[in-house]
């Protein structure tokens, strides 16, 4: 089960240069809770170490946000910022789209709440489910309407309060995941630079690799739901791991192929922050030099749809690339579901 976005699968969007239309990322925001949950705060309430974590994942902090918090108070400050970053007033907004796995309420999305928190009155808005995927499936959607003339100005939000999902006394994922947000501003370009193309793939029977039983109709919210722990998020790590690294250079030589360029021309290698040893073998296998493979898990862990946006506006303030550059990013998590987009930034 397979499709993609503005690619060459069935399904595809148009080809680069059928429209004179692009969408180019003009500002970028990030966000994450000022609470740091340690290694050492964790060797406290799991049997656990610093030296395995950071052997075997490279985290050594997360951000917790704070008890009450909602996802849209995050994206609102990521949001603030990549506003600001691109000098767009919310009320010129089109679009709000936010990805993520842990929502506000199941309904009303959390577009919507964003929506009404920054002002974008003459927006739509909507979630998009893809868990870690979901901010680059996101950016393909506001990609594909700016393309297809449904809004000139988009707001493009991964942002996750995974806490509220993680068991901490399940060692195996309480290690890993963190809070945060990350945003992007899409602003209709002409042909040339921009998104250039992005790739979206799922596979649906893989689902039991990495899922959150509770919460839905399946296992609607019950004291013996919350007594089965079925409100967390349950991993096959290892397997999860190996369908990982496979997927994410299957994804990321796609773009370079669907654009006819190397990984030589790649300023900047972005991916999902999930795992140190993931990336490197990534890195390894697409054969790019280290320095030019992006990585920030070691303070914020996996913050899930918030990765990819977090680290994307982690390295423009650190000046990890310039106007006319190119940045790959891919992503993969639940669903199971990948994805990669390649950028002129
Ligand atoms: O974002 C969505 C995508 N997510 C991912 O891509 C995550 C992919 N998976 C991973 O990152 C890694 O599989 C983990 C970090 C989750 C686990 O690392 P691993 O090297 O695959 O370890 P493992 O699950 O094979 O476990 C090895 C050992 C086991 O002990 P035994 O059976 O060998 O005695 C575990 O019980 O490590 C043990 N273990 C731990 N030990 C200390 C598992 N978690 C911990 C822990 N501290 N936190």
Known sequence: ???AANGTAPGAGPS??????RAHVTGWGRYVPSQVLTNADLEKMVDTNDEWITERTGIKTRHIAEPGAANSDLCLEAARIALDDAGVDPAELDIVIVGTLTPDMPFPATACFLQAKIGATRAYGMDLSAACSGFVYSLSVADALIRAGRGKKALVVGAEILSSVVDYTDRSTCILFGDGAGAAVLT????????????LHSDGNLWKLIYCPGGGTLHPYSPEMVEQR??????AGNE???????RMVE??????TRNGVTIDDVKLFI?????LRIIQVVGKRLGIPEERVFVDLEKYGNTSAASIPIALAEAKAQGRFAAGDLVLVVAFGGGLTWASALMRM
């Open 1 to 3: 089960m397979s499709n």
């Open 16 to 21: 680069p240069g059928d429209r004179p239309i």
């Open 188 to 199: 209709e370009c002409p042909e040339g630079d921009g998104v250039l193309s992005c790739h």
């Open 230 to 235: 079925l409100r967390f998020i349950r991993m």
């Open 240 to 246: 999860t791991f190996k369908h990982a690294v496979l």
């Open 251 to 256: 994804v990321s030589n796609e773009a370079l």
């Open 271 to 275: 991916p999902h922050q999930a795992n």
